[in-house]
């Protein structure tokens, strides 16, 4: 996929105009590469984005040269949604990179259709490391083979291409189905937890009036017990190391 860009000298707050002018403002760079400030045409950035998502290589056209890039950090406006400004990371075609690719869950699952069953979709995506042209759009998983409640599908299940390295443990689930709670579990489950707040109130109160009546007898604070904390000064946080700004 093609992507036709142009150079911008807008920056900062000026860059609202091109947006009404219905360009996307966008940064390219990469490894040895000095930051380049683009802009896109919103329709066809939408249509290729859709299409490529963050994972597949998208050729940006940029004065008759052609830059292999990943699309990066969309940020979007919080009421609209539309697309406001994007990152274009070059790659190397013979570099292997790290990438989040989707999960895609296709079917229907005959615990969840004829035995009343939740489908619960525990990974939406998985780390792989791959060369850039052999990054899979995304992971098809057929929730069609739960035929039971209790059944899971595992990352080792999963069909991985031919040089596509998945840096997830094997064991870990993808998706199970299990049983729905009933109204009943849901009630008895919601008066258990406010049965524990109510013994943990009553065993609070108890130790304060003990404490309490240990102070007037002796004239002193009774001695620290078990569930009750000293004030200690907290070691200062460490300091973050500075990014490397892309901008």
């Excluded at 045409?41 to 984005?49: D, L």
């Excluded at 790290?98 to 069953?117: D, I, L, T």
């Excluded at 689930?173 to 729905?180: D, E, F, H, R």
């Excluded at 009036?209 to 002796?218: G, I, L, N, P």
């Amino acid at each position: 996929m093609d992507l036709q860009v142009q150079k911008r000298e807008t920056l900062g707050r000026k860059v609202n105009a091109l947006r009404r002018k219905g360009l996307v403002p966008a940064e390219l760079y990469g490894r040895g590469l000095e930051n380049l400030h683009l802009t896109v045409p919103k329709k066809e950035f939408n249509k290729v984005f859709k299409v490529a998502g963050e994972n597949t290589i998208v050729n940006i056209m940029l004065d008759n040269k052609k830059y292999p890039v990943l699309i990066q950090d969309v940020s979007y406006h919080p009421v609209t949604d539309e697309v406001l400004s994007a990152d274009l990371y070059q790659v190397r075609m013979d570099e292997k990179l790290k990438v989040n690719v989707p999960v895609e869950f296709v079917g229907v699952a005959p615990a969840v259709k004829e035995k009343n069953g939740l489908l619960v979709k525990a990974l939406q995506e998985l780390e792989v490391e791959a060369l850039p042209a052999d990054i899979p759009h995304e992971f098809k998983v057929d929730v069609s083979k739960l035929v039971e409640i209790g059944q899971s599908i595992y990352v080792k299940d999963l069909t991985i291409p031919s040089g596509v390295k998945v840096l997830v443990n094997p064991e870990t689930v993808v998706t199970t189905v299990t049983a729905k709670i009933t109204e009943e579990e849901e009630l008895a489950m919601q008066q258990a937890g406010s049965a524990g707040v109510e013994t943990l109130k009553v065993e609070t109160e108890e130790k304060k009036a003990e404490r309490d009546a240990t102070k007037s007898v002796t004239g002193e604070a009774a001695p620290a017990t078990e569930g009750t904390k000293s004030a200690t000064p907290k070691a200062a946080p460490a300091k973050e190391a500075p990014k490397a700004s892309k901008k």
